[in-house]
């Protein structure tokens, strides 16, 4: 096996082992030393991550390993207690995680060869703004001061789903279609935690949130190793 290969067994059984940490949680929210789990593996996670896309590969893009460190800033940034509900480190989770989106466009349009670019591409981000379109208006109405934050980090996000589409005809089909669903996943991720934390409490929702969170990561980061 390559170095890389290790790196990423080591993300999905952490992966797996996050999940079930989350779950104990679930079912005992008084129980602190079930928290133990979540803070020891979710640190780990975005940097076996990044391990896993440096190692073995000759065509790195930095851009790609700084929007990961977005998403492992803001992992530890949403770890951290907020008993008097200042909503701190939450907001600088948001700034760090609406960097990361903003370095994987950057390393997506770094990417593209404008030379074969694909006009018809450009249909296919269509669902992408339908899926902001629709979100946007049941979600703001329940941020309050957050508002200006959540529609920037919304319309950020969105962006990194439309750009995706546009490596049609330039780059290998299947990391075009990895980095697709990779951001469809993320964006799905992103709107159930939202919800959750501005509208209603969501059931199992670290559950839903952390899947697909780390599956639209994992995704992202295979399908730039694939589009090259």
């Known amino acids: 096996m390559t170095n890389s290969t290790y790196f990423i067994i080591g993300f999905f059984a952490l992966f797996v082992i996050h999940l079930f940490g989350e779950f104990l ?3 005992n929210k008084e129980n602190k030393n079930r ?3 979540r803070y020891i593996s979710k640190p780990l996670l975005m940097p076996l991550l990044a391990c896993y896309y440096m190692f073995d590969n000759p065509s790195l893009n ?3 390993i700084f929007g990961i460190a977005g998403g492992f800033i803001g992992d530890i940034c949403l770890m951290i207690p907020d008993p008097k509900g200042t909503k701190r480190f939450f ?3 948001l700034i760090s995680f609406l960097l990361g989106h903003l ?3 950057i390393a997506l349009i770094l990417i593209i060869d404008f030379s074969r670019f694909q006009w018809w591409s450009i249909l296919l981000s269509i669902p992408y703004i339908i899926i902001g379109v629709y979100v946007y208006p049941r979600l703001i109405k329940y941020t309050g001061k957050m508002k200006i934050p959540v529609t920037i ?3 950020v996000i969105i962006l ?3 750009s995706t ?3 049609w005809g330039s780059n290998e089909p299947i990391g075009v279609i990895l980095l697709m669903v990779g951001a469809l996943v993320f964006i799905i991720s992103d709107t159930i935690n939202a919800f959750n934390k501005f509208a209603k409490e969501i059931p199992y929702e670290r559950l839903f949130t952390m899947t697909t969170y780390l599956l639209g990561q994992f995704l992202l980061v295979l399908g730039f190793l694939y589009a090259i």
Do not use: C
């Open 25 to 27: 949680i679930i079912q």
């Open 35 to 37: 928290m133990l789990i």
């Open 62 to 64: 930095l851009w790609v």
């Open 91 to 93: 907001k600088i989770g």
């Open 103 to 105: 370095f994987y466009i």
């Open 153 to 155: 980090y919304l319309i």
């Open 160 to 162: 990194m789903g439309v």
């Open 165 to 167: 589409p546009l490596l």
